[in-house]
């Protein structure tokens, strides 16, 4: 079996998982908040600048260097969409949740100490992205009303024509890489922990959601009161 296929078969029910959490099954039936989605914009923008940041300081690995691909990066995409939700100040303002951070300082410290498993981050963002990228890019334009692409170009690679093809291409990379047995195992075990830190970044982007409603509902009941 190739290595991709033992990738995809390894994560598929912590994939599945992090489809099924609160925030994520909200998002796809078109339930997400302004602030929910902004404060999910501006968490990526810190895990793919680290992300991008290891695996380019990385170039020369003999393994993470095959990941090393320009088409994919979301850090200048996401600076745009962080721009126009927080305006022109941005760098001063956001700031990563505590979840968010924890996923930072994992793909710092693998990188640091096992460089190989950054493979299993790698595939766990960017191939989803590329898999389900345009639907979720039609359900946030339409739950937030943002036209002409605004806020959204993080789902936009402009470079890649045919995301099938450029998918096959990925795996065969995947498939190619100069891994042992132990190394391949690893990856699968850290890219399952990957989803995991997606996964509590997404409940703390529950949390925020809840949050929201409750004080519109809050500032609803005090405004028939007045």
Known sequence: MTFSKELKIGTKKSHSAAENTSFVASFLRGVVSKESYKKLVS?????????????????????????QL????????????????????????ITPS??????????REVAKN????????????????LSGGQILKGIAEKALALGDGQGLKFY??????????YKAGYRGILDGLPITEQQANAIIVEANYAFRLNMYMFDTLEGNWIQSLLQMLISFIKGIFK
């Open 43 to 67: 968490d990526l923008y810190f895990v793919y600048s680290a992300m991008e940041e290891e695996v380019d300081n990385l170039k020369d690995h003999p393994i993470v260097g095959q990941i």
């Open 114 to 129: 096992e460089p190989e498993l950054l493979v299993g981050h790698h595939y766990t963002r960017y191939l989803g992205d």
């Open 70 to 93: 320009s088409d994919l990066k979301r850090v200048n995409a996401l600076e745009q969409d962080v721009r126009f939700f927080y305006g022109p100040i941005w760098r001063s303002i």
């Open 156 to 165: 936009d690679f402009e470079k890649i024509e045919d995301t099938k093809a």
């Open 98 to 107: 505590e979840a968010c951070q924890q996923y930072v300082n994992r793909i």
